[in-house]
C-alpha cells in the first residue's frame, strides 16, 4: 500500500502562491500517475491537477491553468503543485492522489475513481 501525506497548505491573500507538496511510500512511486484534487465543504470532491509517472504529460482543469503547475522528484517521491494567483474560489482541502499505472487517460485522469491511493488532504483558504 501506498502512504500519501500533503503539506504546504495555508492562509494566503488573493494574488499570493503556495507550493503544495505531497510526499510518498514505497518503490516504484515512479511507477504511479498522480492527481490532486480539492473539495470545499458541501461540495464534491473535484479535479485539479495530473502528471504522468515520468512526469511528461500534465493535464489541468481550466480553471487552474496558467496559474497552476504540477510537477514531481520521482528520487525524491514527491509530487508538487506550485499555485500561483490565488483566487478566493480556490479554497478548500487540496488532496493528493496515486493511480496504480504510469499514465491514465480521461476521464480516469480526471476522476476520483481513477486513483487507488490518498493522501489526508490539507487546506488552503485564500483571502479576498
Known amino acids: 500500500q501506498v502512504q500519501l501525506v500533503e503539506s504546504g497548505g495555508g492562509l494566503v491573500q488573493a494574488g499570493g502562491s503556495l507550493r503544495l507538496s505531497c510526499a510518498a511510500s514505497g518503490r516504484t512511486f515512479s511507477s504511479y500517475a498522480m492527481g490532486w484534487f480539492r473539495q470545499a465543504p458541501g461540495k464534491e470532491r473535484w479535479f485539479v491537477a495530473y502528471?504522468?509517472?515520468?512526469?511528461?504529460?500534465?493535464r489541468y482543469v481550466d480553471s487552474v491553468k496558467g496559474r497552476f503547475t504540477i510537477s514531481r522528484d520521482n528520487a525524491k517521491n514527491t509530487v508538487y503543485l506550485q499555485m500561483n494567483s490565488l483566487k478566493p474560489e480556490d479554497t478548500a482541502a487540496y488532496y493528493c492522489?496515486?493511480?496504480?499505472?504510469?499514465?491514465?487517460?480521461?476521464?480516469?485522469?480526471?476522476?476520483?475513481?481513477?486513483?487507488?491511493?490518498w493522501g489526508q488532504g490539507t487546506q488552503v483558504t485564500v483571502s479576498s
Open positions: 502528471i504522468s509517472g515520468s512526469g511528461g504529460s500534465t
Open positions: 492522489a496515486a493511480a496504480r499505472s504510469l499514465r491514465i487517460a480521461p476521464p480516469q485522469a480526471m476522476s476520483v475513481t481513477g486513483y487507488d491511493y
